[in-house]
Every structure is written in structure tokens, then in C-alpha cells.
């Protein structure tokens, strides 16, 4: 566990509010609160929530919420003591080690593999250097690949040979388990003895936006498939949601408001070489809305250059699409000549490519000059068959004057009629598609809403307990209001302003419901503590009634204390009207 004086200590350094901001430029505030889109799930309107008096933050659309610890661990796929560590570095306090005197199975075992992974990453960069690297070091020269560069983005190389890595790894004190578990080693069905993962490969270390090594790509130098090959899933690694180059561009993109999207490791390696400091590659992927959500917190304007062959070609489309969905405009850059990026950049300088990004097509422009090019008719058959296709990129944009600018252009291009493409978009748009899911924080249904809402009352102000002292759980219908309830009665005093906080440890396992209720507002014009005083008075109510009925029902078993009971309810009931 984390000592709770330093914990603290950064607690009140910090504002989760200024926290968030560095992650969340678009964050605004919204009354009490303040208010953004996700960081954390793609969407169009705002629901991600910052409450500055409760210290937390909340999602209503995919029910991600928390602390400022919860909050930094999420966002950079940090351990509880990692996100501690950076908040108090940056609360400008003094954080050891030793304020921790437990971790978790789980924050122990990522923990290390990230020191197996750090250790794997020199293990190749020494190796490129020694004697044994010198044909990948020539690569690296024939790639028209400095050493500055070389260095800057820690490339190595893994010995072709079984197991050189690995052998030194275990001597430094990884079990081979944990070597498997970080993507370093296999191990073999027969004797489970362990192999490098990665052999005979130029390495390019893949890592976090704070530098930390989290997996590896792997060019082959000889023979042998596939050309390219990443680290496997891991408990630190997902490629869904991983961008190379994403810790030497960040700066680059944060400074220039654009992101250009390459296709692989020597694109951005050649392009940050030349100058080009905002450019990123997904990892053997295609684009996927984990990647377009994080790149919407920080680029206003995303270009897409991939390989000009046919596969880059769709590939680039089909990211164009992701990033309309994620609400994001970009454009597609197109190189000539057949080459890549990086040749280009050799070939033709950095002003050059400079140009080309200029240049760069809006995604509906892209693909009907693709269309168009190289023909000299086009058939009313070969129209509609275009014309259909392209509405597929149309229909996925949700800007609606840039979505009718985009039909204008279709129907100017193909010469046809824009009353026909409206038509035809309506029709597309009208297709079924798949429903989307309530990400709603789930409710109880059983749950009385009067009792939600006292809880909710008591969560925004717990000094509002003052006004339920004649109040028992025993009042309350519900179990889960009970306990809740109970909990917020018996909070220690220190704990009474990070109220929501204090439950969520107590009561993780509904923690969405604490923080949705913590964070939603009240719609009420009551005084809150009248509001409350009055709730109270209701739940008693309801309470004395519950419990009369429920006598009554079992009236021929009373004992006479019972019946005493049930004669002072209904004394009280002809009094109050009940």
C-alpha cells in the first residue's frame, strides 16, 4: 500500500482539473464542472466529465472514472505506484520507493516486464554495435540512416542465433515465465526451454509517449517471413492502441496542431531524420478509433500518406473513414513515382515532402482523382458504380455542410444531376446498420429513485448527513443505498471532502454508479439542505409504511411487542396522513 501522507500530500498539490488539461486540451467548463470529449472512448458529443470540488472524473458514455491517480494510470497504461511517482514529480514533492510497502500480483508483474523489456531493448542496442551487428549496421547506412537517428530512436539488432537475449536476461534475474509473458521469449512445447522471440532482426524499440518501452518490431535482415514482425499482445502492449514514433513526435504534433500518418518504422524514422517531427505509423494495422480518439486530443489537422500501391492506397481511405468517425478532419497526401516515404524524402529533400503535404486531397477529392485518372470516357454504368462507392465516404461524415459540399463535388464531377446524389445518399444512409449499445452507467432497476437521489444529495455535500440523524439503513429499501448510505455515515472526518474517492475504495465494485451520482447534476431548486431534510422526511414516510404492511400481512403471528408496533404505525399514520 501507498503511504497515505505522501498520497496525500500530492492530493493537495494537485488539481485533478490542471492534470486532466495536459491530456484533455479541449477540456471546458460546464457550470460546477467541466466538460470534454473522452480521451478514453470515441465520441461526437461531450460526456467526459472533470468535478473540481470532488477531485474526480467521469464518463457517461463509457463509464470510465476515477481519481487523478485513476485518471494518469488509465491515460498512460501506468501502474498505481508509476502514476504516483510521475504526479508527485509534477506536484514538485519528493517521491521514493519506500512510500510504498505493497504492490498488487497485477502492478508487480508489469512492473517487471517493463524493467525486462528496458533490459532487452540495451541488450540490442549493445549487440548492433558489437561485431556481430556490422551487416545491419550496413543496412542501416544503405537505408541513408545516421547514427544520431540510429541512437535517438534506440535501434538494435537480436543475434540470429537461439537464444543470446534470453540467456542474458535469466542471468540478470528474469525467470523465463516472465521473459514469455513480455513478448522477449517462447517457449518450446517439448522441454519448455526458452528462444528468442525475435532473431536475426533489426530491432525498433516501440514505446509509450513518456519513452518507456513497451514491445518491439523486428525488420529480417536475411531469408525468412514475415519481413516485419511485432512483439505478441502483452499485459503492457496492444497494437490497437499504439502509435510508433509517438514519443519523439508528440512535442512536433503538440507545436504544430498536425499528425502525418505513415506506414511503417523507417517512414518515421527517415521523416523525424529529415525534419518532419510530427510523424507517427500504426503498427502493422490498419487505423483503428483507439488510435483516432487519442490522436483527436492532440492534432487539429491529420494528413495521411501511406505506400502508393494499391494496398496503401485502400489503406489510406479506409483511415480517412476512421477519422471522420471520430470527428476529425484529415487529408490524403500522394507520393509519385511508386516510392515510399522514406525513398521519397531521400531522393527528393524535405522540402519536397513538405510540398506533398501541402498538397494533400480532402478524402472525397483523393479517390475521385483516382477515378478519373487515366481515363478518357467514362461510361453512365461506370458513374453510378463510382458514384455509389464514394457515397460510402460521404455518408461516413459528420460534418453536414462539409457532407453537402462533398455532394455538390460529386455531382459536379461526374456532371450529373445533385438531386440524384442526395437521392442516392439517402438511400445508402438509410441502410441498416448496427445498433449501438446504451453505455450508460447501469442503475439497479430495483433501486427507488427517491433513494438514489438522497444518496446522490449526500455524495455532493456529505455535511448534508447532519439532516438524516433520525434516518436507520433499516429506512431504506434497497441494499445497495443501505450500504452505501452506512459507508458515507461513518466516513472519518479527513475523508468527508473526497467522499466519492473514499466509497469508490470501499465499494469498488460500484464505483461507476458513485461517480456518475458524484458528478450528475441535480434538478432541483430546492435549498440542498431542504432538499435533503425533505427527502428524509419522505423516506421515513415510506418507511413506517413499508413496515405497517408488512405487520399486517402477518398479523395472526405477532408477538405483542410487534402488535405494540404496529398499533403506534397506525396511530402515526391517521396523525400524518400516511
Known sequence: MASNSAIESIREKLDIVDVVKDYVPALRRAGRNYKAPCPFHNEKTPSFTVSPDKQIFYCFGCNEGGDVFTFVMKIEGLTFPEAARKLAQKAGLAWEDRHFTGLSAADREILEIKKALAAACEFYKKFLFSSGGEKARLYLGARKINKATVEAFGLGYAPA??????????????????????????????????????????????????????????????????????????????????????????????????LLLLEGYMDVISAHQHGVDFAVAP???????????????????????????????????????????????????????????????????????????????????????????????????????????????????????????????????????????????????????????????SVPLSMPALELGFIQLLLKNTELTVCAEGLEESDLS?????????????????NRARAAAALIEKLPEEAALIMKLSVADIASDLDPAQNAAKTVKMLKKISHERRRKELNKNYSTLTPSQLEELKQLTELRGKTGE
Not at 512483439?231 to 513526435?249: I, N
Not at 494533400?360 to 482523382?369: E, I, S, V
Not at 434497497?478 to 479527513?494: A, C, G, Q, V
Open 161 to 258: 542465433n537461439d537464444n543470446a537475449m534470453t540467456q542474458e536476461l535469466l542471468g540478470k534475474g528474469f525467470s523465463k515465465d516472465l521473459l514469455a509473458r513480455a513478448g522477449l521469449s517462447g517457449l518450446r512445447d517439448s522441454d519448455g526451454s526458452p528462444y528468442d522471440y525475435f532473431r536475426g532482426r533489426i530491432m525498433f524499440p516501440i514505446r509509450t509517449q513518456t519513452g518507456a518501452v513497451t514491445a518491439f518490431g523486428g525488420r529480417i535482415l536475411d531469408s525468412g517471413e514475415p519481413k516485419y514482425l511485432n512483439s505478441p499482445e502483452t499485459p503492457v502492449f496492444s497494437k490497437r492502441k499504439t502509435l510508433y514514433g509517438l514519443d519523439r513526435a508528440l512535442a512536433g504534433i503538440r507545436k504544430s496542431g498536425r
Open 283 to 441: 503498427l502493422g494495422t490498419a487505423l483503428t478509433l483507439e488510435h483516432a480518439s487519442f490522436i483527436k486530443r492532440h492534432a487539429k489537422d491529420t494528413i495521411i500518406m501511406f505506400d502508393p500501391d494499391a494496398a496503401g492506397i485502400k489503406a489510406s481511405v479506409r483511415a480517412a473513414e476512421i477519422f471522420m468517425e471520430a470527428g476529425l478532419y484529415s487529408r490524403i497526401a500522394e507520393l509519385d513515382k511508386g516510392l515510399d516515404p522514406d525513398e521519397y524524402l531521400n531522393e527528393n529533400g524535405p522540402e519536397a515532402f513538405a510540398q506533398k503535404i501541402a498538397d494533400a486531397a480532402d478524402p472525397l477529392d483523393f479517390r475521385m482523382n483516382l477515378f478519373f485518372k487515366n481515363r478518357a470516357a467514362v461510361s453512365s454504368q461506370d458513374k453510378a458504380r463510382a458514384i455509389d462507392a464514394l457515397l460510402e465516404t460521404v455518408s461516413k461524415q459528420g460534418d453536414e455542410i462539409l457532407k453537402s459540399e462533398w455532394v455538390k463535388n460529386i455531382a459536379a464531377r461526374f456532371e450529373v444531376s445533385e438531386v440524384s446524389v442526395l437521392q442516392q445518399l439517402k438511400k445508402k444512409s438509410g441502410e441498416p446498420g448496427k445498433e449501438r449499445k446504451s453505455e450508460e452507467a
Open 478 to 494: 434497497h441494499p445497495l443505498t443501505r450500504r452505501i448510505f452506512s459507508e458515507i455515515k461513518n466516513l472519518e472526518p479527513l
